[in-house]
């Protein structure tokens, strides 16, 4: 288990296992549907598949609707981070 990566520091631990919940319990995970243009081809999914693991955004890319599912850390992160992420390989996205 990963609590048990730090069993020198108890205080750690406690913080770790508690934004674990935190992100388990779903409060701050945001959930958006973007549309993409410019996905021809499966290798486009994979290059935007990519992207998003970079960027530890959980996704799912659906190829015949040209939408992207992203599910992210608004703490974290914004839809506009993502935005330009995938912008930066060449795909234009609109929330
Ligand atoms: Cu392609």
């Not at 934004?19 to 935007?48: A, D, H, P, Q």
């Not at 960027?55 to 040209?66: P, W």
């Amino acid at each position: 288990m990963e609590m048990r990566r730090v069993p020198e520091n108890p205080f750690y631990m406690d913080i770790y296992i508690g934004y674990r919940g935190m992100l388990k319990g779903g409060e701050k995970m945001k959930e958006v549907t973007l549309k993409i243009e410019g996905m021809n081809c499966r290798s486009c999914v994979k290059k935007i598949e990519g992207v998003l693991e970079e960027i530890g955004v959980e996704g799912q890319v659906n190829f015949e609707q040209a939408t992207i599912d992203v599910k992210f850390d608004e703490a974290k992160l914004e839809i506009s981070n993502i935005q330009e992420s995938i912008q930066a390989k060449g795909y234009k996205t609109t929330v």
